[in-house]
């Protein structure tokens, strides 16, 4: 099981889960999804964000804050937008980059090569994982391209016995298209402009939790 932390009232799900992590602009959904994955990093998960709207500096940055300090306990991230600006290093250990946000195919093969390397000699480690975002995705690559690979990403996290979150924006997108997002995933939470989150979640009851505690209005 993976709890998602005290933010969401430590409610647990199942190894193996998917979670759409949706709502308007500025409610705080990425900061949400990272506090998500600092709860396993405070318990020795590992963590990976593949990031379509950030570069890895950032990212390990706002992560080190939310921690706490500096230290980002060993984050790692798939950048698809250092490389793009001309600013991408060499693939490391825990930074690795793709060549843009449109090259779906590289961002799996970089996520393939962390889950790999999270096979260790005493089995499968924990790991919580974060897409940040399936909008900045959809801004690149048609909606099907965008769910393909998704559906690859799903996968890998089910059969890994991990935990995923996806960030969605949902005014950026018609009915129709969250609807055919939504059927890839186990569960979601909502989060309003009124910073309450509802969490519709396998073996979870509904309910709808007080995020505003997390950081000042106005967030990401």
Known sequence: MYDLGPHLDDVAVAAGTNILLKGPPLTGKRRLALETLAAGSRRGDNAVVVTARDCAERVRDDYGTILGGTDDAGLAV???????????????????????????TGITVKFAEFVQSNDGDDGVARMRVLVDSVSSLLMYSPLQTVFRSLHVFTARVENAGSLGLYIAESTAHDEDAMDSLEALFDGSISVDDAERATLSLPGVANRTIDVSRLSPRRRR
Do not use: C, E, H, L
């Not at 600006?85 to 449109?102: H, N």
């Open 78 to 104: 798939v950048d698809a937008v250092s490389d793009q600006i001309g600013s991408a290093g060499a693939d490391g250990q825990r930074p690795k980059y793709s060549a843009a946000p449109t090259d779906m």
